[in-house]
């Protein structure tokens, strides 16, 4: 193999191997730390190895037996301290394995691992996708719009408070898994958003990642069948998913819900999403839906409308005005303030997207809804500073091509307009 066909070998090996790695690495030791470093040491030796020695025939198996042997000579080298004494006996434990539990699959059972209750919320998700969604630290502080520096530190003070606790990687019971369930459902999403548009690299859609939250939405619909959250995740993910084929152009530029392709939408995925919909729908003594019920309900109302105009926008405005009830954050109005634009005009739009500008100036796409709701509403110079915005923000590069040539076709229909006013006067 040349240079750079090594190099995606490499990367390829990295998307695909390294949950899996982490999370066995993790069951069989224990520790955290050890799993992560030492699934790092091992793809680092990748690239040290195989452009000297060519890539093996199983790289998964080769990176997974190279983990395997830096961890236990990491716990060899500390074996003088007795924690690490203990953990190090593992590797030679010739006792029957430890019982799956209630989750049997490894990464699956790393979320719930991770979702401990001894951590805040947010620390839980963030560690998780660090581990298991194999993102970047930059990555995830763009889901939880805060800066980077802030979120590096989050991570760390999680992985302290574990140290500190003697949090243990253990097998979740079945009392478990209620309890820690919303914590991965959220960390199941934003898997599946890092890799439906990936917020920076080059690639702006990720199938791995989005393929993975979806294989694990199944494992949770299988383990938890009569949730409705579970359930509406499920569903929401499949519905998205489905358009994945019809997001980004053949010249690698983002394509709007409005201006897809809708011939290309993957029926059977949307089939599957309504039928899930439905199912919840008649279960008995459902309850009120919870957030990922309503964000699967209006995915739906899109995937059914044969044509982008046909879209019923009163409905969708209406589920977003629920689903506010339920996540007031910024970022639920702000895609409302876009449902009642289609349904009021863009002034009604811009005021009611006008309150958010201060929670949500560093989220890029803030600032393109801003803009594209000054351009129909013809303030063109305010419309051009949101888009300069919105890309100085934006890390994905289909989305940045987009916002280029949405911004650089008002700057083009602003001067036609302005050659054509001295004939327009003259022909008065």
């Not at 243990?168 to 478990?176: F, G, Q, T």
Request: with cysteine; hydrophobic share 45%.
């Amino acid at each position: 193999m040349t240079g750079p066909d090594v190099e995606e070998a490499i990367t390829g090996a990295h998307r695909e191997v390294w949950a899996p790695v982490v999370a066995g690495l993790v069951r069989r030791f224990g520790d955290l730390d050890v799993a992560e470093e030492a699934a790092a040491e091992a793809f680092a030796a990748a690239a040290e190895r195989w452009p000297r020695d060519g890539v093996p025939p199983n790289p998964a198996g080769w990176l997974t037996t190279t983990a395997t042997r830096k961890a236990i000579d990491r716990l060899r080298r500390e074996s003088q301290r007795d924690a690490k004494q203990r953990e190090s006996l593992m590797v030679h434990d010739d006792g029957p394995p430890e019982p799956a539990g209630a989750v049997e699959d490894d990464r699956l059972r790393l979320i719930f691992t991770c979702c401990h209750p001894a951590l805040a919320a947010e620390a839980r998700v963030a560690l998780t996708l660090r581990l298991l969604g194999g993102l970047t630290v930059g990555a995830i502080a763009r889901a939880f719009l805060v800066q980077e520096t802030t979120m590096a530190r989050r991570i760390t003070r999680a992985k302290d408070k574990i140290r500190a606790a003697g949090v243990r990687y253990r097998v979740p019971s079945v009392a478990d898994i209620r309890e820690r369930r919303s914590g991965v459902l959220i960390v199941v999403y934003l898997i599946f958003n890092e890799g439906y548009l990936a917020g920076a690299g080059d690639d702006p859609v990720r199938a791995d990642l989005t393929g993975e939250a979806i294989r694990l939405g199944r494992l949770l619909h299988t383990l938890l069948p009569d949730d409705g959250e579970v359930t509406g995740l499920l569903a929401l993910m499949l519905l998205t998913d489905a358009r994945r084929a019809a997001r980004v152009s053949r010249t690698g530029e983002l394509v709007t819900l409005g201006e897809q392709d809708r011939t290309v939408w993957d029926r059977a995925l949307i089939a599957e999403g309504i039928a899930l919909i439905r199912e919840r729908s008649r279960a008995v003594a459902a309850g009120p839906p919870g957030r990922f019920q309503l964000l699967a309900a209006i995915n739906a109302v899109h995937a059914v409308a044969p044509r982008a105009q046909d879209t019923d926008w009163a409905v969708v405005a209406a589920l977003y005005g629920s689903l506010a009830l339920v996540d007031p954050s910024p970022i639920v109005r702000l895609n409302r303030a876009v449902a009642v634009a289609e349904v009021d005009g863009p002034a009604a739009g811009l005021t009611a997207i006008a309150p958010l500008a201060g929670a949500l100036d560093g989220y890029h796409a803030f600032h393109a809804a801003r803009a594209d709701l000054l351009r129909r509403a013809g303030r063109v110079d305010e419309a051009r500073a949101a888009y300069d915005r919105a890309i100085g923000l934006a890390g994905n590069p289909a989305e940045k091509a987009f916002l280029t040539r949405r911004r650089d076709q008002e700057a083009v229909l602003e001067t036609l307009a302005a050659a054509e006013l001295p004939a327009r006067i003259d022909n008065l």
